[in-house]
């Protein structure tokens, strides 16, 4: 039985066979994956895998969540509610969420 802490998803089982002949396994922990949109699912440019908070980041806004054509969408969706050409009801349930934080602010 292996240790608990090899027992997540977060560890991977490599079986490799050992100089005197012996069956073992091995546990390496998965390799981090590059990030992607949560709306369109494209991988989000200029981001690093690796590395602390501020370079798995974006300084502009929705940076690290969203792709610059979702943002774009989202932006223009945003100031189309606010001059009245378009009701929240208009927009699309993926895209309402962060419409309504753009609103908020």
């Excluded at 490599?14 to 390799?31: A, D, E, F, I």
């Excluded at 932006?75 to 419409?99: A, C, F, P």
Aim: proline share 4%; aromatic share 4%.
């Amino acid at each position: 039985m292996p240790r608990p802490m090899y027992r997540s998803g977060s560890f991977r089982k490599v079986k490799r066979v050992t100089p005197k002949g012996r069956n073992v396994t091995h546990y390496l922990r998965r390799s981090a994956k590059k990030p992607h949109c949560a709306i369109c699912g494209a991988e989000l440019n200029g981001i690093s895998e690796k590395g602390g908070k501020s370079r798995r980041t974006n300084s502009r806004i929705f940076g690290g969540v969203l792709c610059s054509k979702c943002t774009s969408r989202i932006i223009v969706e945003k100031s189309r509610i606010e001059q009245g050409g378009m009701k929240l009801d208009d927009i699309s349930i993926r895209d309402k969420s962060y419409v309504l934080q753009l609103l908020s602010h």
